[in-house]
């Protein structure tokens, strides 16, 4: 995080929220708080595992960490 007043002291977190707001929470109702944290969990297991990111290069998370990890054991071979 940035010193106070920079410009990107909140950029992770505002980032953060601007997916979660729209995808999960705009338009929707929850019943309990159970249920809100349950939705919330299934939203971050997808967002972290199965959504692709531009910064990845349209990979996965876990698809761009196997191919880091893969690549740097055949480096290590080498």
């Known amino acids: ?4 007043g920079s410009s990107y002291d909140n950029a992770l977190a505002e980032s953060f929220f601007q997916g979660l707001k729209p995808e999960l929470l ?4 929850f019943t309990s708080k159970a249920q809100t944290r349950l939705e919330l ?6 967002y972290n ?16 960490e196997q ?12």
Do not use: C, D, N
């Open 67 to 78: 191919q880091l990890i893969a690549s740097h054991t055949l480096s290590l071979v080498a």
């Open 41 to 46: 969990f299934r939203w971050l297991a997808y």
């Open 49 to 64: 595992r199965r959504r692709r990111h531009s910064a990845l290069g349209y990979l996965t998370p876990a698809e761009f």
């Open 26 to 29: 705009h338009a929707r109702h």
């Open 1 to 4: 995080m940035g010193r106070i």
